[in-house]
């Protein structure tokens, strides 16, 4: 599968295979409690602990995932940029479909469950499942947010423009696998989005279907460029490791302060507009995106690290935040200052 559009094709099938799931088991799970009404509420009836306590149990466990689910659907899922923005959506009503209703039913319990041995044991099965995955999924929600304070950060400006999607941002290595390197810590990945949120048209198969190749990258600092390469070519796409010699491709560094140096990589073959020794300013043009050096398709990669070459592991990643953007988290749109990003956020300049 070396098409993105084959990607986003399988992806797409696995979700709708999962939507059709889900909903089957919902309107079946109606069903069955429309077609065997008597049912015992569940705090006001004295004895029966044992189904008591399981449907309690299953109450809290739909009520945490209620509230997990949409964290994990929107910043931990890698797959969130391959698949249309409606299939994300109903994914999520779906699940808050399913849970919503078991928490309504979980004020009462069936004659079934209260009687027969099969349904407690079958209960017990899905509530032991359930209760530590979503106390589990409940306890990763805070490490989704994570990031330095305001005061531990460098103010940057945008360095594109348009409306852009995160792949990769954050504070941590659950939203950010940059994190995982000392040297690319807090480094983001961002792709320019078109309709329905996709970061492509056509079928994807070759660069020029991303709406990133070509995009205008501008300076998001003040400081003078220290290194600048626009000579290698751009790489097909492919999902294996492309050139993993020169891993950032193309791509410009420029000290703002002493010490701390900008990275703007995988750009565009011959599309650097500045020079080792250019004194240059936040908002000047610098080159375009490309899909230059170890890159599976056209994107921005951007950090500030305190050496002026690429070290995974002898130099020291810094966060940093922007100075003004839109950006969209979940549901809305709002205009921001001095705010990090994290996967899968949208963001776009104000004007
Ligand atoms: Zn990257």
């Known amino acids: 599968m070396n098409s993105v559009g084959s990607i986003s094709e399988f992806y797409c099938l696995a979700i709708v295979i999962l939507e059709i799931v889900l909903l089957v088991l919902f309107l079946l799970r109606i069903y069955i409690v429309a077609k065997k009404p008597k049912r015992f509420p569940v705090l006001r009836t004295t004895g029966m602990w044992y189904p008591k306590t399981l449907k309690i149990l299953l109450g809290v466990s739909m009520v945490l995932l209620m509230v997990a689910t949409p ?77 330095p304070p305001n005061q531990d950060c460098y103010v940057l400006d945008l360095p594109v423009k348009g409306v852009w999607r995160a792949s990769e941002a954050g504070g941590t290595e659950s939203v950010n696998y940059h994190n995982a390197f000392k040297g690319q810590k807090y480094a983001i990945d961002i792709v320019k989005i078109g309709k329905g949120g996709s970061m492509f048209e056509g079928d994807g198969k070759v660069i020029s279907d991303f709406y990133a190749m070509g995009a205008n990258v501008y300076s998001p600092v003040d400081g003078i460029v220290v290194h600048e390469i626009d000579s290698l070519p751009n790489a097909d796409i492919s999902f294996s490791p492309m050139d993993t010699v020169n891993p950032a491709g193309n791509h410009v560094v420029v000290e703002f302060e002493p010490d701390r140096f900008v990275f703007l990589a ?27 050096g170890n890159t599976t398709l056209p994107h921005l990669h951007m950090h500030i690290q305190d050496l002026p070459v690429i070290e995974y592991e002898h130099s020291t990643g ?33 004007s």
């Open 266 to 292: 995988h750009l565009n073959t011959s599309s650097v507009t500045v020079k080792k020794g250019d004194t240059i300013q936040k908002g000047d043009l610098i080159g375009q995106v490309g899909n230059s």
């Open 318 to 350: 810094f966060p940093f935040r922007f100075k003004l953007m839109k950006r969209k988290r979940l549901l809305i749109w709002r205009t921001l200052t001095n705010e990090f990003l994290i996967r899968n956020d949208l963001f776009k300049n104000p």
């Open 71 to 147: 964290f994990f659907i929107n910043f931990k899922s890698g797959i969130k940029p391959f698949i249309p923005d409606y299939h994300n959506n109903l994914l999520m009503i779906l699940l808050i479909l399913i849970c919503g209703t078991e928490i309504f039913l979980s004020f009462s319990m069936s004659k079934d469950l209260v009687e027969k041995i099969f349904r407690k044991v079958w209960l017990s099965v899905v509530v032991i499942g359930l209760l530590p995955l979503s106390i589990f999924m409940i306890g990763q929600i805070p490490e989704i947010f994570k990031y």
